[in-house]
């Protein structure tokens, strides 16, 4: 199948520890050197949320940059039984030597992935020499403490700030309890051991027994490409990336890398569903990888 600008969308079956898996490859006319894989994160299929996939693997392949989006096991038309974010290494890994396979003038990857894709990209990035720049958009770095902070800063703080809830308190429409319980149940969560307190130094090799936000640090670290971080403003995903971030001196010292380019979308949600959100992220991604050596 091939679109309007004439680029090639070709579907693959392959292989995975004897699971069949399928993808789009989206190929270009030109012989490209960089491609970039797009990761599927969370309950969603390689069409990905509004399509995002889809249109910017388009507008990828349109730019000379190939692409290829695929379902993991478990997911979409793949095979297999279902697994996390934690456990798709292999699905990373086979996807990317069929990748080589049909765009035989490649010799680099870049890794895109929304929310927990993101932090699969993060764990598998520092793996394979061919991975040689990473995209993160909205990074999932949960913990309890962390989203009961968040939630408590950036949900009932704001709640307190619009005149419906005030409505429905003065006219007693407001379920009190509910609240006060949620409220406490969120204290004692928030008033847990930090992440941060898991200190570590100089790993070759993540230990898994490390929250999910000191691992991703440590993975991180161990990843020596560029990086583009995408943090939307409407989203608790990327608003506990960010107090998390506050929190560590460690991320701060690695986001302030210049290897490592920054950009917060004030507007976007977390999915960035509208047209202008999803194409100024499209942008950024395609500049960027242009702009890779």
């Not at 190929?27 to 994160?41: N, P």
């Not at 990373?92 to 010799?107: E, K, V, Y």
């Not at 429409?173 to 969120?186: E, H, P, Q, T």
Request: aromatic residues 10%; contains cysteine; hydrophobic residues 40%.
């Amino acid at each position: 199948m091939k679109d309007r600008n004439d680029q090639q969308e070709l579907p693959v079956i392959f292989d995975c520890e004897g699971v069949q898996l399928l993808g789009i490859i989206h190929q270009t006319v030109a012989a490209a050197r960089t491609g970039v894989l797009l990761i599927v994160g969370g309950p969603q299929y390689r069409v990905g949320s509004h399509r995002q996939f889809v249109l910017l693997a388009r507008h990828s392949a349109a730019a000379g940059i190939p692409a290829m989006r695929f379902d993991v096991r478990g997911m979409g038309d793949s095979e297999g039984e279902p697994r996390n974010f934690a456990q798709i290494d292999t699905d990373i890994r086979t996807a990317i030597d069929i990748f080589f396979t049909h765009c035989p003038n490649l010799d680099q990857i870049v890794l895109w992935g929304l929310c927990d894709a993101a932090s699969a990209a993060l764990f598998y990035g520092y793996q394979d020499h061919r991975v040689k720049g990473l995209i993160l958009l909205n990074p999932w770095v949960f913990t309890q403490q962390g989203a009961a902070k968040t939630h408590l800063k950036h949900y009932y703080l704001l709640r307190l700030q619009n005149p419906d809830f005030w409505k429905k308190l003065f006219t007693f429409n407001f379920d009190y309890m509910v609240s006060i319980r949620s409220i406490f149940n969120l204290l004692q969560q928030a008033g847990g051991p930090s992440a941060a307190k898991q200190a570590t130094t100089s790993l070759t090799k993540i230990d898994d027994h490390l929250s999910l936000p000191i691992k991703m640090r440590e993975c991180l670290k161990l990843f020596s490409y560029p990086v583009l971080l995408i943090l939307s403003g409407r989203d608790l995903v990327a608003e506990e990336f960010k107090e998390t971030v506050k929190g560590d001196p460690e991320w701060q010292s690695l986001l302030k890398d210049q290897r490592i380019l920054r950009h917060d979308f004030s507007r976007a949600d977390h999915t960035f569903s509208s047209a202008d959100w999803r194409d100024q992220v499209s942008s950024w991604t395609l500049d960027w990888i242009k702009a890779l050596k």
